[in-house]
């Protein structure tokens, strides 16, 4: 089956570091992409990892593990701008499956 | 540049009636997703599509739906008779070529809001 899991609701505070995990299960895996959706909005693309590692966009970094089947995105300095979902997507070719999205709250 | 383009922004029909949702992709893109998101959900894929061919339509409900995208005009998601589980928003994506996976990004339109009363 292909499937990605991550987590309802994580809250945190202005000027915070957050994590937001994902595992997954895609069969013919190419990649992990990040959106960022806020409330009423279209989704955003945030990042790609194709390779293991980690990669760093401004204050967004994310972070591929393809053997633990496992990545995340790291949100530095947050701000209350950030408050949004955010969701992992992977496949293969065309089929993009999302997982279920991580609401992330930021307070003051 | 204009985006992605999507309209109606919002569809109310009686439970019966024909939805046609509208995308227009980016300038220069051939490939269009179609999408679907219930309320506090992820957006599930239906179909992909390059002009006058159907990709992949592994997500489409077997009855009922129906997309194309011609050679000429936007993409077009079709839905026929209705019901009140049809009422979600539908997000069209485009990108320059095959998504290959996520590594070439979709771009998302700002999506319809279908209702079904």
């Known amino acids: 089956g292909q499937s990605l899991e991550q987590p309802s609701e994580v809250t945190a505070v202005e000027g915070a570091i957050v994590q937001i995990n994902c595992t997954y299960q895609?069969?013919?895996?190419?990649?992990l992409s990040w959106y960022q959706q806020h409330d009423g909005g279209a989704p955003t693309f945030l990042s790609y990892?194709?390779?293991?590692g980690l990669e760093e966009t401004g204050r967004f970094s994310s972070f591929l593990s393809r053997s633990d089947s496992y990545g995340y995105l790291l949100l530095q300095e947050l701000q209350m701008k950030d408050s949004a979902s955010y969701f992992c997507?992977?496949?293969?070719?065309?089929?993009?499956?999302f997982g279920k999205g991580t609401k992330l709250s930021v307070k003051p | 540049n204009a985006g992605v383009m999507q309209n109606p922004r919002h569809l109310v029909r009686r439970r019966g009636q024909e939805a046609r949702l509208r995308c227009s992709p980016m300038?220069?893109?051939?490939?269009v997703y179609w999408y679907r998101q219930l309320p506090e959900e992820g957006l599930k894929f239906m179909v992909y599509?390059?002009?006058?061919?159907?990709?992949?339509e592994s997500g489409m409900p077997k009855e009922r739906f129906s997309a194309e995208f011609p050679k000429e005009g936007p993409s077009i998601l079709r839905i026929q008779q209705v019901v009140r589980g049809d009422s979600a928003a539908y997000f069209c994506?485009?990108?320059?070529?095959?998504?290959?996976?996520?590594?070439?990004?979709?771009?998302f339109g700002p999506g319809t809001r279908l209702t079904v009363l």
């Open positions: 994506a485009s990108s320059q070529s095959s998504s290959a996976g996520g590594g070439n990004e979709q771009f």
């Open positions: 895609t069969s013919g895996f190419y990649g």
């Open positions: 990892n194709a390779l293991d």
């Open positions: 997507a992977g496949g293969s070719q065309g089929n993009l499956i």
């Open positions: 300038k220069g893109h051939s490939h």
């Open positions: 599509l390059q002009k006058e061919n159907i990709i992949d």
